[in-house]
T-cell receptor, first 114, second 115 residues
Framework: AQSVTQLDSQVPVFEEAPVELRCNYSSSVSVYLFWYVQYPNQGLQLLLKYLSGSTLVKGINGFEAEFNKSQTSFHLRKPSVHISDTAEYFCAVSDRRTGNQFYFGTGTSLTVIP | KAGVTQTPRYLIKTRGQQVTLSCSPISGHRSVSWYQQTPGQGLQFLFEYFSETQRNKGNFPGRFSGRQFSNSRSEMNVSTLELGDSALYLC??????????????FGPGTRLTVL
């Protein structure tokens, strides 16, 4: 089974500063990679996904992530955060061989400080 | 198109009781997955149903069960509730594609509190 590690449980950052949320997974063989965002009292919303092709993936709200196969990482970045980016962020892996079974990290709580 | 809906949104039960949660997927989606979300464990996969059959199962005890109906609506049941079952239960639906990738769309969740 896959495992996903989000190294930072909480990340405080000042408004308009850049941010990187880290994600590592256990195996780079045949995986799809995702970042989801969860706002309070809501479900998860897909930010971006890596299926194949270019290793730099751009998502919604100005976020992007880079797939690094050799380091089995998929870190999420934003060059300038906004107050509205305060939320919980989850990295997830789907094994292509098992289809819909997603493996999630424990989440990173991003707090943007005005 | 309406999103994934889950009912009820909030539920309070006592230890030993059982509970049933409901999930209505996006129209046309035949796959429904269930996850348990807790502060310490993050999201953990419970099971996935496709065309009324359980296709994948996570590592949860038999007290957790589910089913899917012919209209793709799904229910999950937890029997003999324990305090540790307090969590946000999320349902996700997806549309099967030939590409092998099926994007999951999440509902708002049911927050279960066990007293």
């Amino acid at each position: 089974a896959q495992s996903v590690t989000q190294l930072d449980s909480q990340v405080p950052v000042f408004e308009e500063a850049p941010v990187e949320l880290r994600c590592n997974y256990s195996s780079s063989v045949s995986v799809y990679l995702f970042w989801y965002v969860q706002y309070p009292n809501q479900g998860l919303q897909l930010l971006l996904k890596y299926l194949s092709g270019s290793t730099l993936v751009k998502g919604i709200n100005g976020f992007e992530a880079e797939f690094n196969k050799s380091q089995t990482s998929f870190h999420l970045r934003k060059p300038s955060v906004h107050i509205s980016d305060t939320a919980e962020y989850f990295c997830a892996v789907s094994d292509r061989r098992t289809g819909n079974q997603f493996y999630f990290g424990t989440g990173t709580s991003l707090t943007v400080i005005p | 198109k309406a999103g994934v809906t889950q009912t009820p949104r909030y539920l309070i039960k006592t230890r030993g009781q059982q509970v049933t949660l409901s999930c209505s997927p996006i129209s046309g989606h035949r796959s429904v997955s269930w996850y348990q979300q807790t502060p310490g464990q993050g999201l953990q996969f419970l099971f996935e149903y496709f065309s009324e059959t359980q296709r994948n199962k996570g590592n949860f005890p038999g007290r957790f069960s589910g089913r899917q109906f012919s209209n793709s609506r799904s229910e999950m049941n937890v029997s003999t509730l324990e305090l540790g079952d307090s969590a946000l239960y999320l349902c996700a639906s997806s549309l099967e594609t030939t590409s092998g990738y099926n994007e999951q769309f999440f509902g708002p969740g049911t927050r279960l509190t066990v007293l």
